[in-house]
Nanobody, 115 residues
Framework: QVQLVESGGGLVDVGGSLRLSCVVP????????MGWYRQVPGKPREWVAR???????NYADSVKGRFTISTDNAKNTVHLQMNSLKPDDTAVYYCNTSPPRDNLWGQGTQVTVSS
């Protein structure tokens, strides 16, 4: 079973930045839009950003102007650059296709924004 592997999370102060990465199997990366999602304990997982082959991007209103999703096609990697982080951004972040596939959820990477 394929699982995606996220990395780059950590503890950061309010206003700080982090860059998340997700390595995707080539067969999935080349044929699918990719997205980032996040989840806070006790709440449903929410969509954060999406990138469509050809580089069209979409963002949730809560992160628009602060987060940037991108891909490194040579490395089959999806990135999420997060700037001006707020305490409300604290969550476990996951990558997946867009729309997501149940069998691809990985362990995620924890992002904690300290005030």
């Amino acid at each position: 079973q394929v699982q995606l592997v996220e990395s780059g999370g950590g503890l950061v102060d309010v206003g700080g930045s982090l860059r998340l990465s997700c390595v995707v199997p080539k067969s999935i990366f080349r044929l699918n839009a990719m997205g980032w999602y996040r989840q806070v304990p006790g709440k449903p997982r929410e969509w954060v950003a999406r990138i469509i082959p050809g580089a069209s991007t979409n963002y949730a209103d809560s992160v628009k102007g602060r987060f940037t999703i991108s891909t490194d096609n040579a490395k089959n990697t999806v990135h999420l650059q997060m700037n001006s982080l707020k305490p409300d951004d604290t969550a476990v972040y996951y990558c997946n296709t867009s729309p997501p596939r149940d069998n691809l959820w990985g362990q995620g990477t924890q992002v904690t924004v300290s005030s």
